[in-house]
């Protein structure tokens, strides 16, 4: 006797799609949340996350033409609009555009892309300088993360989903592969299958569960990102990857910025080593003065000075691929690296058809697959 079919644990991006994904095909769901739904704690709120599709991993590549169809059903199935079109740029001697647009060319999953000169792309974007080709591609744009978790778990509500916020989960008893028992506060639930979706909770979460399951090694760091005010609130910028001798990401900063048009900005490949709920100890101003040097040099079509600014948590693994894997009833999904929102409806699915049995995973995603201890791929993803 099973109480629910599926329990999720965690409502985030990942959980909260995949209570969605499974609901919606009529498949019992209890989820957990151990704090409350919206939270800023973790990885999965603000107004303002990438969609891009510009991938040199031809998984990946096809994995945002799946997602950019799913976001679609989404919003007609909700009626929330989610995702606003701006298009994007990637551009810097160390991010390669010429390359990435030699592969893309010779891959069957077509993205449509063009590569224009420096001083093309300054015409076309005012207020944004270049120094070699720009890589652009219209299927890019922003996500409003917190009015997508709100909309999967309004969906997944409607769809039957039990769900109890401020709910931490303490135990999991394993009864072979085919059941388990999750114990929250005075909730015990049994279940045909567990999905962990607890984004950066799990590097500590999953090792003392006694679950027995190996993680591959993850980092969690907390991101500073900052907004800055359009000195001409009528310009339009893409979303934005430069890479020279750093990785910064910079995108329209949606009501996180404030009531005015701003553009979200933020190094990628930095931050210091945290855990969820611990303070970093501040920001290093060292960091802070890089963002504002960078954009001085770089957008001195904004305001030099922030109107705001805020953290999120990374969960990064060495080679920046997610983790989505099972064993026995419990499925580990961590869409990590800082470029999983992106691809939230497809994750939905992807897991829920892992917590049911209906899909084998896969191999570049497996908690043991060979090699994910060697560190980044010369492919590695990029933010989103």
Known sequence: MTDAEVVVVGAGLTGASTAWALARDGVSVVLFEAHRFGHTLGSSHGSSRIFRRIYRDPLYLRMTAQAQRMWTDLQDESGTSLLQWTGGIDHGRMRDPEGIAAFLAEQPEKVPHELVSAREAEDRWPGMCFTGPVLFHPDAGTIDADATVTTFLTEAGRHGTRLLPETPVERIDVHGDTAVTVHAGEESVRAHSVVLANGPWMPDFLPASGLGIDLPPMQVTQQHVFHFPRR????????????????????????????????????????????????????????????????????????????????????????????LDRRGPVVVASPCSGHGAKFAPLLGQLVGDLARGRRRPEPQFALDRPGRTTGPRASAPVPG
């Open 232 to 323: 001409e609130p009528g310009t339009t910028w893409p979303v934005v990857v430069h890479k020279e001798d750093m990785q910064v990401f910079a995108l329209p900063s949606g009501s996180d910025g404030g009531p005015r048009p701003a553009v979200k900005v933020a190094q990628h490949d930095a931050g210091p080593v945290t855990t969820p709920g611990a303070s970093a100890g501040g920001l290093d101003p060292s960091w802070r003065d890089r963002i504002l040097d960078y954009v001085r040099a770089w957008m001195p079509g904004l305001e030099d000075v922030p109107v705001a600014d805020a953290t999120c948590l990374y969960t990064t693994t060495a080679d920046e691929d997610f983790v």
